[in-house]
């Protein structure tokens, strides 16, 4: 069906009645992975190199606990310059794109058609949403920045979110494979816990990300859990490497 000024309230109505649901918190769960992710599995190999150098569970957890505010900070602190230097970026494009509209708006107007020929609409099809946008500069700076350099106005509390939320996620995750060493003094059985409910916990994050991410759940757990395994057991074949 083709719309047209008079079917706006037809329009309206079908909009009305289909409603979409699609998942928009992208940004915050690849944060909350990216946390996670590092947090179970860099304090999990750490802690399994400390005790298989025969550290005490007093040391792996100090030494734990070390890392995990370390790590919440750095990651933190890595999550909000990537946040912020994609703002800068934007604003800087932002800018260009209003200057270009001002200087060269013919340029920038065969710029829109050329978009609008990629999709296959033909130059009379075209030609009237070219002259509209020229018309609305807001509206043909919107576009250009959506359609012309695919990029998309960044929320300005993005850069304090991120850091906030990958700290966060990162010392929930780091503090699930020290627990253990908390209540059992002997670090190798201690080690052994820590395996079990990190394991655990990794095919369960594993399980969540691939829900979230559209991914197969079940591959994804499985390749959580084998990539926190294999990082602990080369932690723990060097410290005996090293050690002797």
């Known amino acids: 069906m083709a719309f047209t000024a008079t079917s706006v309230s037809q329009k309206t109505a079908l909009l009305d009645q289909h409603k979409e649901k699609h998942f928009t918190a992208g940004e915050v769960v690849r944060d909350i992975i990216i946390g996670v992710s590092d947090g179970l599995t860099v304090p999990f190999a750490l802690a399994a190199g400390l005790s298989g150098a ?133 670090a190798m059985k201690a080690m052994v816990a820590s395996i079990i409910v990190t394991l655990i916990a990794l095919f369960i994050f594993g399980y969540a990300k691939g829900h979230f991410t559209g991914s197969k759940p079940i591959k994804s757990a499985l390749q959580t859990a084998l990539i926190g395994a294999l990082a602990s057991a080369a932690a723990y074949g060097m410290a005996k490497v090293v050690q002797g």
């Open 54 to 186: 025969n550290a005490s569970s007093s040391i792996v957890l100090t030494a734990g606990i070390a890392e995990v505010a370390a790590g919440a900070i750095s990651m933190g602190l890595g999550g909000y310059l990537a946040a912020k230097s994609e703002a800068d970026h934007y604003a800087m494009e932002l800018k260009r794109e209003q200057d270009e509209i001002i200087s060269v708006p013919d340029t920038e107007a065969a710029e829109v058609a050329e978009i609008l020929a990629q999709y296959g609409i033909e130059p009379h099809e075209y030609a009237p949403v070219v002259n509209a946008l020229r018309r609305k500069p807001q509206a043909w700076l919107d576009f250009m920045m959506k359609f012309e350099l695919g990029l998309e106005k960044p929320d300005p509390r993005r850069a304090l979110q991120s850091a906030f939320t990958i700290g966060i996620a990162y010392i929930i995750g780091g503090l699930v494979p020290l627990f253990p060493y908390m209540f059992i003094p002997v």
